[in-house]
Nanobody, 125 residues
Framework: VQLQASGGGVVQAGASLRLSCAAS????????VGWFRQAPGKERDFVAA????????LYADSVKGRFAISRDNAKNTVYLQMNSLKPEDTAVYYC???????????????????WGPGTQVTVSS
């Protein structure tokens, strides 16, 4: 399985970015794709997740209402639309896949068995 995240960059507070995660090598349809982020000196935090099969979503409270996760199954790609970005959103964002569990356990980093290399998002004030 290979995950490739893209779309990161440097923006000012209040701007928007859209991250993409292209997945290859996955079989079946019952898996979860998520995003985690890690700021310098901090732990890796859950951001959002989506079920590949039915499109159900889950968000961290810190991004609810500002970020939206979506999927394009035909392209094996998941998107994270990030609006109203804040300096505290600055982090490396990782695309992750959980091929074994359901959305109910998607907030836990340990649930994910595949991690992409990450893409940097920097929000200046």
């Amino acid at each position: 399985v290979q995950l490739q995240a893209s779309g990161g960059g440097v923006v000012q507070a209040g701007a928007s970015l859209r991250l993409s995660c292209a997945a290859s090598g996955l079989t079946g349809s019952r898996y979860v794709v998520g995003w985690f982020r890690q700021a310098p000196g901090k732990e890796r935090d859950f951001v959002a997740a989506i079920s590949r099969s039915d499109g159900s979503t889950l968000y961290a409270d810190s991004v609810k209402g500002r970020f939206a996760i979506s999927r394009d199954n035909a392209k094996n790609t998941v998107y994270l639309q990030m609006n109203s970005l804040k300096p505290e959103d600055t982090a490396v964002y990782y695309c992750v896949v959980d091929s074994r569990s359901s959305l109910s356990s998607s907030r836990r980093a340990q649930s994910y068995d595949y991690w992409g290399p990450g893409t940097q998002v920097t929000v200046s004030s």
